[in-house]
């Protein structure tokens, strides 16, 4: 009874073991990167037989244990036209192996990634024309081989022929690898397209996902299978959902719109120091009219005569000295030109003599004469002789504001137009 117990227990154990098969999954890189693996399966890493796809060109095909490429498999780099067949430990080559590059063939033991170089190791080399030669590892570098050494011939063929069984070994690995992945694609055929094709294809054109019952059906189970989101999706495909515009039309009608709010600020802001602007140049023109007015009604208070002159400078060259020497002139020659007359009592005076090309004027001389009596002023003449006043031009005091280019006479500290400091 006892016996019976213990054969079915081993029964099971046996029964167990070979028919509870390890999941067969496939595991992508990042989104759209390209690196895919597909094959036997442990806790969600790859562990059995399996192959991996890279985005470089390389393809493994072989064991992997707890996600690494340790065991028996078939290493091949399609843009380096190279292949490796044999033994692999945490991604290295280590083992007796097959490498062949270039049409050249190597039948010989690795470790670390390189050929064992170890004294005494032994090795054998194809060419392309499939004849080979034997090699010896001796005082630090491979020599080759010649008839007469007959014991290193023997390791080498005893290398060969390890490194040979591996190979097969590795072929036997490789078939079992390739019918796994075909009975997997058969169930899902989209396993090895690339992530960025199976969004736009099981997604809408406004970014929304295809229905099951659609055409695209395959497509959408892949992107489940993937777990692909609908946001990955579009990220990648540049489309946006209904729901997301729905979602941004509801933000900008709930938010106002900032930039608006600014603009309208910068508006009312610019309108605001514009008018202060405008104020600021009317006060100051005001005042120094009202200035203006003030110094010329109280000359004529004082003065019963005064000088008015106007100044037209032809040539904005010319310094203040030369219309003062010029103004100076003009007054010599209006004085001169003064002359009484007995018979009549009155003064008249002649025009000062000036070229036409010169447009500086002599300054006009105002009389004021004494109240006569409008009934009598055809037959009275008055004997009383007029004081004339006149300023001499050469001592008013000229100053020119560097400001507005005004020209200021008299003592003012200060420009009458603009009122700025005068120099």
Same mark, same amino acid.
């Given at each position: 009874?006892?016996?019976?117990?213990?054969?079915?227990?081993?029964?099971?154990?046996?029964?167990?073991?070979?028919?509870?098969?390890?999941?067969?999954?496939?595991?992508?890189?990042?989104?759209?990167?390209?690196?895919?693996?597909?094959?036997?399966?442990?806790?969600?890493?790859?562990?059995?037989?399996?192959?991996?796809?890279?985005?470089?060109?390389?393809?493994?095909?072989?064991?992997?244990?707890?996600?690494?490429?340790?065991?028996?498999?078939?290493?091949?780099?399609?843009?380096?036209?190279?292949?490796?067949?044999?033994?692999?430990?945490?991604?290295?080559?280590?083992?007796?192996?097959?490498?062949?590059?270039?049409?050249?063939?190597?039948?010989?033991?690795?470790?670390?990634?390189?050929?064992?170089?170890?004294?005494?190791?032994?090795?054998?080399?194809?060419?392309?024309?499939?004849?080979?030669?034997?090699?010896?590892?001796?005082?630090?570098?491979?020599?080759?081989?010649?008839?007469?050494?007959?014991?290193?011939?023997?390791?080498?063929?005893?290398?060969?022929?390890?490194?040979?069984?591996?190979?097969?070994?590795?072929?036997?690995?490789?078939?079992?690898?390739?019918?796994?992945?075909?009975?997997?694609?058969?169930?899902?055929?989209?396993?090895?397209?690339?992530?960025?094709?199976?969004?736009?294809?099981?997604?809408?054109?406004?970014?929304?996902?295809?229905?099951?019952?659609?055409?695209?059906?395959?497509?959408?189970?892949?992107? &489940? !299978?993937? /777990?692909?989101?609908?946001?990955?999706?579009?990220? #990648? *495909?540049?489309?946006? $959902?209904?729901?997301?515009?729905? %979602?941004?039309?509801?933000?900008?009608?709930?938010?106002?719109?900032?930039?608006?709010?600014?603009?309208?600020?910068?508006?009312?802001?610019?309108?605001?120091?514009?008018?202060?602007?405008?104020?600021?140049?009317?006060?100051?023109?005001?005042?120094?009219?009202?200035?203006?007015?003030?110094?010329?009604?109280? &000359? !004529?208070? /004082?003065?019963?005569?005064?000088?008015?002159?106007? #100044? *037209?400078?032809?040539? $904005?060259?010319?310094?203040?000295? %030369?219309?003062?020497?010029?103004?100076?002139?003009?007054?010599?020659?209006?004085?001169?030109?003064?002359?009484?007359?007995?018979?009549?009592?009155?003064?008249?005076?002649?025009?000062?003599?000036?070229?036409?090309?010169?447009?500086?004027?002599?300054?006009?001389?105002?009389?004021?004469?004494?109240?006569?009596?409008?009934?009598?002023?055809?037959?009275?003449?008055?004997?009383?002789?007029?004081?004339?006043?006149?300023?001499?031009?050469?001592?008013?005091?000229?100053?020119?504001?560097?400001?507005?280019?005004?020209?200021?006479?008299?003592?003012?500290?200060?420009?009458?137009?603009?009122?700025?400091?005068?120099?």
């Amino acid at each position: 009874m006892r016996y019976f117990k213990v054969s079915t227990i081993l029964l099971i154990f046996l029964f167990y073991n070979n028919y509870a098969l390890p999941e067969v999954i496939s595991i992508y890189d990042q989104p759209n990167e390209g690196d895919i693996f597909i094959g036997e399966s442990k806790e969600g890493l790859p562990n059995g037989l399996g192959i991996f796809y890279s985005v470089d060109g390389l393809k493994y095909f072989g064991e992997l244990l707890n996600g690494e490429f340790t065991g028996l498999a078939k290493l091949i780099d399609i843009d380096k036209n190279y292949t490796f067949m044999g033994r692999f430990y945490k991604g290295k080559k280590s083992g007796y192996g097959v490498e062949e590059a270039n049409g050249e063939k190597i039948y010989a033991r690795y470790s670390n990634d390189q050929l064992l170089d170890s004294s005494g190791h032994c090795m054998r080399v194809y060419d392309s024309q499939n004849n080979f030669d034997d090699f010896c590892y001796r005082n630090n570098n491979w020599k080759k081989l010649g008839i007469l050494n007959l014991s290193d011939k023997k390791k080498a063929k005893q290398t060969f022929d390890r490194a040979s069984d591996t190979r097969n070994q590795v072929n036997i690995k490789t078939y079992e690898v390739k019918k796994i992945e075909r009975e997997y694609l058969k169930k899902y055929p989209h396993t090895r397209v690339d992530t960025l094709t199976i969004c736009q294809r099981a997604t809408t054109l406004n970014g929304n996902w295809e229905s099951y019952e659609s055409k695209f059906n395959e497509y959408r189970y892949e992107a &489940n !299978k993937r /777990n692909l989101s609908i946001d990955v999706c579009n990220s #990648l *495909t540049g489309r946006i $959902s209904n729901s997301k515009i729905s %979602d941004i039309v509801q933000n900008s009608s709930a938010s106002p719109n900032q930039a608006a709010i600014l603009i309208i600020f910068a508006v009312l802001g610019s309108i605001f120091f514009a008018v202060l602007y405008l104020n600021r140049r009317d006060t100051p023109y005001t005042s120094s009219a009202n200035l203006e007015t003030n110094e010329i009604a109280s &000359n !004529k208070l /004082n003065d019963n005569f005064s000088i008015k002159s106007k #100044l *037209t400078a032809s040539d $904005s060259t010319k310094t203040r000295e %030369d219309l003062s020497k010029e103004w100076g002139k003009a007054t010599k020659l209006k004085k001169s030109s003064i002359v009484k007359d007995n018979k009549t009592n009155t003064v008249t005076t002649k025009k000062s003599k000036f070229d036409d090309s010169d447009e500086l004027k002599a300054p006009s001389i105002i009389r004021e004469k004494s109240d006569q009596d409008s009934r009598k002023k055809q037959s009275i003449k008055t004997k009383q002789s007029k004081i004339i006043k006149i300023e001499d031009i050469s001592e008013i005091k000229t100053k020119v504001c560097s400001y507005c280019e005004t020209e200021n006479t008299g003592d003012k500290t200060n420009c009458i137009i603009c009122l700025k400091p005068l120099a």
